[in-house]
């Protein structure tokens, strides 16, 4: 609407003036916003990277040489490796037009699974981490199962396994935090991804932040060379025409479900070994940190439009502006600040790309 | 579908009006109203007073946000315990300020009002406040880690790794207890971050659990990596403080770590080294003295005494530490650990 508005207000400008003809002064001015927009909506990751590459610039001035060093830099990766986990998850579902806020919730479970089975049962810690991974896919199915096979709304779906999961964190933990140190005596295992890989220069790379990387490009390639990733596309864009088209999009929604509470076990993995402890308190925000996340990254909440790697780009923007603004001495709140502008600017930047296909 | 949940709701709102009327017609119905039931000191405090209620004869109902600042769900579970005839209740507020007109409610309806862990703002909204001094329990740390540095305290550098931005009471009572007792000038002490001594490094929030202390830790170091005294609200956040200084080799000894709360883990984090010092706190006697306060209202319409000098009933706390230090009374941790919770 408000480009018709902008042309036509061109267009009387245009005809005031009279030297030229409408027609080509319409084509030269919008014609140059509608390429970026084109631009824009064939390489959807192209602003979360320009954000990147301009934040890292801004907080390398303003922040100094603390904030633009390899050691600073390794260390925000291993900040948002988490949230970057759990978004690959997010992400699949965000493709398919869900949501899932049940996320977090899986994750702790997974953690807590782990944690008592192998600690505070005894369970050998091979099959306490099984069970725990197992737990993850079982969560992520039941959401599948009730999103797609009850056909209910996903934001109500994982509302509701968010608080269930929920409960089964604190019955299962009994509220109860196990150490570190009894961890790292009963089952190392689970601390494995807490591993670390001098990179050089200061620069810090953990198991945890490799594996990250492992399932995005997995992922990745999933999504885009695997008929299942063309399907979760089609799903998302328009379910109608993909059933249509032969896509059996219910046991795809379920798939897609699944294997993000697989992806959601696999970060309760890594963050067992960034925090040491397994604690049913903590990650509190962990579901929509996710969503912001990949909100930043680009990925459309309407479904069928995304990327991984965009993602990946959104927590550590995320993490970027926490860690620099931290570091040039801001206050906290203004850290949130920060993070709620980008969604702002994220999302209405997505429904601006999202005319050109109108 | 729909006809079925109606169906199932009915049945479920009389089976409930059912088993109420006939089992607890006679009894004293009193409430526990606590912050989440993720946090261990919350679930010990209602063990406590469920043990408590069993022994006196009195009908105990709890409730509990659904997370650390769910003034919302504390405001039902009151309205809930008025209508249900309670003769008063126990109460760990989320919100300080915001709980306190609908606690004047529930006195104005004749309940006794005892609030727990987290005095109110202001304290005298309620009928009686049981809790740790916190203050206090900062500046035993603080007195500890002093006297452990000896001289090298006047040129430590030290994190804080506070709770939350929007300061609630605890957290600022705790951090400036422990810069009180370091001998840091707290300019405002009831709140933090105005501070102009230089060896404070920094504030930074961890929202009381592992993964937060351990970001707070990070960044911290990131702006003075020769930190060697850190400061934590609680213990979680302690044992995230130490792994991100594990990750960095300074495991060692070389950082002072000093926290508040006395739960199992914490105790058992001090007895390792990970944690130098901890004041610990005694939420099952709150609980318990709650119980028993507020049968004793019922019966006779007594309400609760204070501790002379406070305007609040200090259920006491403890400085357990292995190292102790001269001037600071402390228990070890073989002591803590018969009176630790959760």
Not at chain 1, 2 to 10: E, K, L, Q
Not at chain 1, 80 to 97: D, E, K, W
Not at chain 2, 17 to 34: F, K, P, R
Request: with cysteine; charged share 15%; glycine share 12%.
């Amino acid at each position: 609407m408000s480009d018709d508005a902008a042309g036509s207000a061109t267009a009387d400008k245009g005809l005031a003036n009279a030297t030229h003809g409408v027609a080509s002064f319409d084509e030269e001015r919008p014609g140059l916003v509608r390429r970026l927009q084109a631009f824009l909506h064939t390489y959807p990751t192209a602003i979360p990277f320009i954000v990147l590459v301009v934040g890292v610039a801004i907080f390398s001035v303003a922040a100094g040489s603390k904030f633009f060093a390899p050691f600073n830099l390794s260390l925000v990766l291993q900040q948002v490796t988490i949230i970057g986990v759990l978004g690959i998850a997010q992400t699949l579902i965000i493709l398919t037009a869900g949501i899932d806020l049940s996320v977090g919730a899986i994750m702790i479970l997974s953690s807590i699974v782990m944690g008592r089975l192998s600690v505070t049962a005894g369970v050998p810690v091979e099959i306490s981490f099984v069970l725990g991974i197992g737990t993850g896919i079982l969560c992520g199915f039941i959401n599948g199962i009730l999103v797609a096979l009850v056909k209910l709304p996903p934001f109500i779906v994982t509302l509701g396994t968010w608080s269930i999961y929920g409960a089964m964190i604190i019955f299962i933990s009994n509220s109860e935090t196990i150490r570190s140190q009894d961890i790292s005596a009963i089952a190392p295992m689970l601390q494995w991804m807490g591993a670390r890989v001098a990179l050089g220069g200061g620069a810090i790379l953990t198991a945890g932040s490799m594996v990250m990387i492992l399932i995005a490009a997995t992922v990745w390639y999933v999504l885009n060379r695997t008929a299942f990733g063309r399907h979760i596309y089609a799903t998302g864009d328009d379910p109608e025409a993909a059933r249509l088209a032969g896509i059996n999009t219910t046991w795809t929604l379920v798939g897609v479900y699944t294997l993000a509470g697989f992806i959601c076990a696999l970060a309760s993995w890594v963050l067992i070994g960034r925090v040491g402890a397994v604690s049913p308190l903590g990650s509190q925000t962990a579901n929509l940190d996710s969503i912001t996340a990949v909100v930043i990254g680009g990925t459309s909440l309407f479904g069928g439009r995304g990327s991984i790697v965009g993602t990946l780009l959104g927590a550590l923007i995320v993490g970027m502006f926490r860690n620099g603004l931290a570091l040039a001495g801001v206050d906290v709140l203004w850290q949130e600040f920060a993070v709620g502008a980008l969604i702002i600017i994220a999302v209405t930047t997505d429904q601006w790309i999202r005319k050109i296909s109108a | 579908m729909g006809k079925f949940l109606k169906i199932a709701a009915t049945g479920a709102v009389m089976l409930g009006l059912m088993c109420g009327t006939a089992a607890y017609a006679q009894e004293i119905v009193v409430g526990l109203i606590t912050k989440t039931e993720g946090n261990p000191f919350f679930v010990k405090m209602r063990e406590g007073a469920q043990a408590k209620a069993d022994e006196l004869g009195i009908e105990l109902r709890t409730f509990a946000g659904k997370f650390d600042g769910d003034n919302d769900s504390q405001i039902a579970a009151i309205e809930n315990l008025i209508a249900s005839g309670a003769k008063g209740f126990a109460i760990v507020p989320s919100d300080s300020s915001a709980i306190v007109p609908t606690i004047q409610q529930a006195r104005d309806a004749g309940l006794l009002v005892i609030v727990l862990d987290t005095p109110l703002d202001p304290i005298d909204a309620a009928d009686a406040t049981f809790a740790t001094d916190n203050r206090q329990a900062g500046r035993l740390i603080g007195e500890w880690a002093k006297g452990t540095l000896g001289d090298a305290a006047a040129t430590a550098k030290i994190a804080m790794l506070d709770l939350a931005v929007n300061q609630p009471t605890v957290d600022y009572l705790r951090d400036q207890g422990f810069m009180e007792g370091f001998g840091i000038d707290v300019k405002d002490a009831n709140k933090y971050g105005d501070e102009d001594d230089a060896r404070i490094c920094g504030h930074e929030m961890t929202g009381g659990a592992e993964d937060g202390g351990r970001t707070a830790m990070e960044t911290l170091l990131q702006k003075c990596p020769d930190i060697n005294v850190v400061y934590t609200i609680n213990e979680p956040s302690a044992a995230g403080a130490y792994e991100a200084l594990k990750a960095i080799g300074k495991d060692d000894g070389s950082v002072l770590i000093v926290s508040v709360d006395g739960g199992c883990p914490g105790v058992a984090n001090v007895k390792d080294g990970v944690i130098g010092a901890t004041s610990q706190q005694y939420p099952l006697l709150m609980a318990s003295m709650a119980m028993e306060a507020i049968k004793k209202f019922a019966e006779t319409g007594e309400k609760p005494a204070v501790t002379a000098g406070l305007n609040f009933f200090d259920t006491g706390a403890a400085l357990i530490t292995d190292k102790p230090v001269d001037g600071v009374e402390s228990i070890d941790t073989a002591k803590g650990a018969e009176l630790c919770w959760g």
